[in-house]
């Protein structure tokens, strides 16, 4: 089983608040990815990183944020959230080069009212 | 059109069955074609990974790439219930580190 965690699992939150979701992992990979995944829809990139310090958007528009400090942590922030971002986000990584295996981490629903 | 086309089921086989499963893309710069299984509230695990055409075996897991079709399956032979699960073709043009993804298709195998 892959070494990668995200919390909270869960998350109900009103309208308006920030939050962030978090990400590790302990495979010390430097890539790393955001993705959202709604009932039947394909995954959408939101976020990647090709390293610390290294961060770029996704090819589906997003209100969120991300950062990349330490190579372990890649959280993702929504500065306020709408219901339009309730969705499932899923956290990702692979090693830097060669076969380009991403491990998944078990997601976090989010349910903005 | 979306690039990767992938027939969302649900699929119910009985305990025993060969299953196929399929994807169709459109950009002819894919390279590597991926299979995920993603169990309910759970995230996607990869089952396969093939690079350009051809067949590869794992177990009971076979992945065939038919690149002039632009057609990538996953059989799964003697299906068994613990295979129940939604799986994700994935695939990528060499170098982007992007992987675009397929619906999924939702599978369950009957006892």
């Known amino acids: 089983e892959a070494d990668i965690y995200q919390t909270p699992r869960y998350l109900v939150i009103g309208t308006g608040k920030k939050i962030t979701l978090e990400c590790s992992q302990t495979?010390?990979?430097?890539?790393m990815y955001w993705y959202q995944q709604d009932p039947g829809m394909e995954l959408h990139l939101i976020h990647y990183s090709y390293g610390v310090n290294s961060t770029e958007k996704g090819d589906l528009s997003s209100e969120s944020t991300v950062s990349r400090i330490r190579t372990e942590h890649f959280p993702l922030t929504l500065e306020s959230a709408r219901p339009s971002h309730t969705s499932q986000y899923l956290c990702?990584?692979?090693?830097?080069?060669?076969?380009?295996?991403?491990?998944f981490g078990p997601g976090t629903r989010l349910t903005v009212t | 059109q979306k690039e990767v086309e992938q027939d969302p089921g649900p699929l119910s086989v009985p305990e025993g069955a060969i299953v196929s499963l399929n994807c169709t893309y459109s950009n002819s710069a894919f390279q590597y074609f991926m299979w995920y299984r993603q169990y309910s509230r759970k995230g996607p695990e990869l089952l396969m990974y093939t690079y350009s055409s051809g067949n590869k075996e794992d177990g009971r897991f076979t992945a065939q790439v038919d690149k002039s079709s632009k057609y990538i399956s996953l059989f799964i032979r003697d299906s068994q219930p613990s295979d129940s699960a939604t799986y994700l073709c994935a695939m990528e043009t060499s170098g982007t580190y992007k992987y675009i993804f397929g619906t999924g298709t939702r599978l369950k195998v009957l006892a």
């Open positions: 990702a990584s692979s090693v830097a080069s060669g076969l380009y295996e991403q491990y």
């Open positions: 495979m010390g990979h430097d890539k």
